[in-house]
Every structure is written in structure tokens, then in C-alpha cells.
């Protein structure tokens, strides 16, 4: 069984910065796509960001073009922990943010795809 937990959401003012984790758990987990979402209220869940590691041909990142050069993310496999590392905050990038697991085709799947799902941590920039 893959279990996700998110950390690291909180309340921040616009222009500032937060760190999200996504710690995970379970087999096979080393190979999964990993990637994040986000959903506010009344919308429906947007992309943000996916990695794909391994050890042969190294990482394969993709970003929202709303998120481009603001955000990044990253991995840490030793520790299976997925990391958003979210700078330039704008109140528009308030919303839960999840983390998703599955053994995708490609950093570039929908949401539909992927398999596994955390809770959520709640993001909200204040203006």
C-alpha cells in the first residue's frame, strides 16, 4: 500500500516563500512519476508540477505554465520525499495543495492517471 503526506503548507504574504514535502511510502515507490496538484475551492484540481527520476537517464521535470520559474521541484530518493520549493508567492496560488503517485508514461499525465494520493496541505497568500 502507497501512502503520501504532505507537509509544510501554512499561511504566507504575497511575495513570499514555502516549502512543500511529500513523503512516500510503500513498493515500487522509487519509480513512480511523483507530481503535484493543487485544487481551491469552487475549482476544479490543476496541475503544478512532476518529476520522474532514475538512475539511468536522471530527471524529467514539468511545470504549469502558471508556475514556470517559481516554483520547483525536486526529489530526494534516498529519503523517497518529493520537495515544492514555492517562491513569488501570489494570492492566485492559494488553494490545497496534493501530491500524486503512479506508475505513469511520463512527467506530462493527467490527473486521472496517477494512482495514489496524499490529503492535501493548505497554501494561502495573503495579498
Known amino acids: 500500500q502507497v501512502e503520501l503526506i504532505e507537509s509544510g503548507g501554512g499561511l504566507v504574504q504575497a511575495g513570499g516563500s514555502l516549502r512543500l514535502s511529500c513523503a512516500a511510502s510503500?513498493?515500487?515507490?522509487?519509480?513512480?512519476?511523483m507530481a503535484w496538484y493543487r485544487q481551491a475551492p469552487g475549482k476544479e484540481r490543476q496541475f503544478v508540477a512532476a518529476?520522474?527520476?532514475?538512475?539511468?537517464?536522471?530527471?524529467?521535470?514539468n511545470y504549469a505554465d502558471s508556475v514556470k520559474g517559481r516554483f520547483t521541484i525536486s526529489k530526494d530518493s534516498a529519503k523517497n520525499t518529493v520537495f515544492l520549493q514555492m517562491n513569488s508567492l501570489k494570492p492566485e496560488d492559494t488553494a490545497v495543495y496534493l501530491c500524486a503517485a503512479g506508475h505513469v508514461a511520463s512527467v506530462f499525465a493527467q490527473a486521472s492517471e496517477y494512482r495514489y494520493w496524499g490529503q492535501g496541505t493548505q497554501v494561502t497568500v495573503s495579498s
Open positions: 510503500g513498493p515500487f515507490i522509487g519509480s513512480y512519476v
Open positions: 518529476i520522474r527520476w532514475n538512475a539511468w537517464d536522471g530527471s524529467m521535470l
